[in-house]
């Protein structure tokens, strides 16, 4: 399929300048205590609703959360809506609805054969027939209660809400957006990033200041957007494999690559945050259990990068094995525990399904 100008634009800017003057440098690494500590609705309050609609993020937010965070993909006719991946069947009621038994297809996701519904084949309109469910039954049973009732929300009304409640609530409430897959949407013409930067520019949310992130866990889209955007830009990273536009490109760099000392100074020369696996800040040995921290946090705030490590989850499953309740993986777990293992490593904020839990994490004072 054809390109854009624009997308073909940012599968050139690898080798790009990074971020011009005007940039800001992003909120600089902080001291990881009260109010300098950063909680990230992660997809909203997915533990609690099903993840990347409007009622997560609004829970998110009434739950103390500081941003909420919508995962981009776009449709057909190019709009930007949250969803955790371009393929809907696990997130949505798609396999309901026999109009749309044709739009099954297989395709290439990363290198990865995937078979289902995808956003590109379904113009907005199409879309907004489907109701959200919950991506992880099995784990999140209540949720499943909401199956059925909330649409897939539009990067704008993700927008529009944190505006509202921002304004109900008195304090900002701020967004983080993640451009999902740059590079599969860039092969087929629905690039992400200038789509990004328009609503950010329409908004009134492209300068200094504004209560916004952008992340990605592939890089030549941070630095195409690092010479066009004005808010601050997120390094993800995954304590496996590597970005896949360097697989793409036939870069040999891995994420291990990218978090070494050096590593992390290129980073800081686009973006002004890391966004890491959590493994990669406190690893686990064979049977689960916290390691020791890594130097990832002191080499990252040397390099000048904040660090938001994703993500604390309350049940059992994702917990490591020294704060589980049981052998139940359903069942919540110390949440609060392996929240302040990480703070004393030294982050600056997290991303969590359980933003209450979080945000109650944060402003823990010692007993007097």
């Known amino acids: 399929m054809r390109m854009t100008v624009a997308a073909a634009a940012v599968l050139t800017m690898v080798g790009a300048a990074p971020a011009t003057a005007d940039r800001p440098a992003g909120p600089g690494p902080g001291a990881s205590r009260g109010d300098d500590f950063t909680v990230v609705g992660h997809r909203g309050a997915s533990g609690y609703r099903p993840e990347h609609t409007l009622a997560a993020y609004e829970l998110a937010a009434r739950m103390g959360a500081d941003y909420i965070e919508p995962d981009l993909v776009t449709t057909k006719d190019g709009v930007l809506v949250a969803r955790h991946e371009p393929e809907i069947g696990g997130t949505t009621d798609v396999a309901e609805h026999p109009e749309f038994a044709g739009r099954k297809t297989t395709k290439d996701l990363d290198g990865v054969a995937v078979t289902g519904w995808f956003t590109e084949d379904f113009t907005l309109a199409e879309l907004r027939t489907l109701r959200a469910t919950e991506r992880i039954p099995d784990v999140r049973q209540r949720n499943t209660l909401y199956d059925g009732r909330y649409p897939v929300p539009t990067f704008q009304e993700v927008i529009d809400l944190s505006k509202r409640l921002s304004r109900e609530l008195g304090r900002p409430i701020g967004i983080y957006p993640e451009t999902k897959h740059p590079t599969f949407f860039q092969r087929q013409g629905l690039a992400l990033e200038p789509k990004v930067v328009e609503a950010l520019n329409r908004n009134g949310l492209n300068r200094p200041g504004a209560k916004v992130f952008v992340q990605s866990f592939e890089v030549s889209n941070l630095r195409w957007l690092s010479s066009r955007l004005r808010v601050p830009l997120v390094q993800l990273t995954s304590a496996s494999g590597a970005p896949y536009d360097f697989v793409a490109n036939g870069d040999p760099r891995t994420y291990a690559d990218l978090v070494t000392a050096s590593g992390l100074r290129w980073v800081a020369g686009y973006a002004d945050g890391l966004g890491p696996e959590k493994n990669q800040v406190i690893p686990r040995d064979a049977a689960g259990f916290l390691g020791e ?23 059992n499953q994702f917990l490591p094995a020294d704060f589980r309740s049981s052998v139940v993986p359903a069942e919540y777990g110390d949440l609060f525990a392996e929240i302040a293992a990480f703070r004393a490593a030294g982050i600056d904020g997290l991303f969590s399904d359980n933003p209450d839990v979080a945000v109650a994490a944060r402003d823990d004072r010692p007993a007097a």
């Open 293 to 315: 921290p890594t130097a990832l946090v002191r080499d990252a705030h040397r390099a000048g990068l904040t660090v938001h490590p994703y993500t604390f989850r309350a049940e």
